[in-house]
Nanobody
């Protein structure tokens, strides 16, 4: 079992930055691929970014490419999402998720989810 706890959300003006953190329980964090997803009000949850267990490979949704950076610190059992040049359309609840092995953009492939953290970008 893996428990995930997100933090770092909040209210920010357009053009600003935020860093989300996701702390994971367990001793085998490095064996889990990690993903960030988001769900805006009235919309389906969508893929944002993923990182492999070693941190050596990342993937991004086109909508955030060049603005967001996913990273992880396996010594701290934590994955991060650095968000810059934020836009009002980035407003959503952001979730981190974990799965054994390779990462994917498919949310159905992730076994463990955090409770989410709200990010609100004002114009």
């Amino acid at each position: 079992q893996v428990q995930l706890v997100e933090s770092g959300g909040g209210l920010v003006q357009a053009g600003g930055s935020l860093r989300l953190s996701c702390a994971a329980s367990g001793r085998t964090f490095s064996t889990y691929g990690m993903g960030w997803f988001r769900q805006a009000l009235g919309k389906e949850r969508e893929f944002v970014a993923s990182v492999t267990g070693s941190g050596g490979s990342t993937r991004y949704a086109d909508s955030v490419k060049g603005r967001f950076t996913i990273s992880r610190d396996n010594a701290k059992n934590t994955v991060y999402l650095q968000m810059s040049s934020l836009k009002p359309e980035d407003t959503a609840v952001y979730y981190c998720a974990a799965r054994r092995g390779l990462t994917t953009t498919l949310q159905s492939a992730y076994n463990y989810w955090g409770q989410g953290t709200q990010v609100t970008v004002s114009s």
